[in-house]
C-alpha cells in the first residue's frame, strides 16, 4: 500500500542541487537573487519597501530661519527666469497688453525701422532744460520743439499703425486689432535698448 522510500534517495536536496535543475527545467539560466536576499535572520523586504529605500524624501527645513531661505531663493529664480523669458518674447511670460500674434507684429514693425519718435525721450529732457534757462527767446524755441515733436510722433503713430492693422488683416485675419495703433505708438517712443520685449528684428529688416 505505501511504497517505502529508496534508502539511496536523498531525503532533501542539497541547495547547489536545486539552483542547476530549476535553471535546467525553464531552459534558460536565471540570476542570482543573492542582492535581494536578506541576511541570515532577517525578514526579506517587499519590493515597494526596497524601492522606497531607494528614494529621497523630500525633508523639510529644520528652523523657520532655513524655511525662509529656501522659500525666497525659489521666489528669486522663479523671477529671473520669468524675466529672461519676457525679454525673449515667450507668451507665458508676457502681460496682457502685449499677448497675441497683433501685438508681436506690431513690435516687429517699430522695431525694423528708424524712426524720429525713437529720440522722443531726450528731446524732452532737451526742452525740459531750455524751459529753466531763463530767457524768452529760449521759450519760443521750445514750444516750437514741443509743437514739431508731438506732430512727429502722431504722424508716425498713425502711419505704423496702418502698416500694423493692414499686415494683420492679411496674416491674421481673425484677430482683433483694437488698441494696436496706441501700442505701436508707445513702443514707438521708446529708445531701443529699453524696450520689452526685447527686439527680435534687426533694423531694416523686411516685415
Known amino acids: 500500500m505505501f511504497r517505502r522510500r529508496s534508502s539511496d534517495a536523498p ?16 531552459g534558460d539560466a536565471r540570476p542570482a537573487r543573492s542582492s535581494l536576499t536578506a541576511p541570515k535572520g532577517v525578514p526579506t523586504p517587499k519590493r515597494s519597501e526596497a524601492q522606497a529605500s531607494r528614494r529621497q524624501p523630500y525633508q523639510a527645513p529644520a528652523d523657520r530661519k532655513t524655511a525662509t531661505q529656501r522659500s525666497r531663493q525659489l521666489d528669486r529664480s522663479e523671477r529671473v527666469r520669468k524675466s529672461q523669458a519676457l525679454q525673449r518674447g515667450e507668451q507665458w511670460a508676457l502681460p496682457a497688453k502685449d499677448r497675441g500674434q497683433v501685438r508681436g507684429l506690431a513690435r516687429d514693425v ?12 531726450l528731446m524732452v529732457v532737451l526742452l525740459v532744460v531750455l524751459l529753466v534757462v531763463p530767457g524768452k527767446s529760449t521759450k519760443i524755441i521750445a514750444d516750437v520743439v514741443v509743437v514739431a515733436l508731438l506732430l512727429v510722433v502722431i504722424v508716425e503713430a498713425w502711419l505704423v499703425g496702418n502698416k500694423v492693422k493692414r499686415l494683420a488683416a492679411e ?18 517712443i521708446q529708445l531701443r535698448r529699453m524696450r520689452l520685449p526685447k527686439p ?4 531694416g529688416q523686411k516685415i
Not at 483694437?178 to 501700442?183: A, D, I, L, R, S
Not at 527680435?200 to 533694423?203: A, C, G, H, P, T
Open 11 to 26: 531525503e532533501v536536496l542539497d541547495e547547489s542541487q536545486a539552483a542547476p535543475d530549476a535553471a535546467d527545467s525553464d
Open 200 to 203: 527680435r528684428v534687426e533694423r
Open 110 to 121: 517699430v522695431d525694423a525701422r528708424r524712426g524720429i519718435g525713437e529720440w522722443y525721450m
Open 171 to 188: 496674416r491674421f485675419p481673425n484677430e482683433s486689432t483694437k488698441g494696436v495703433v496706441w501700442y505701436a505708438a508707445q513702443r514707438g
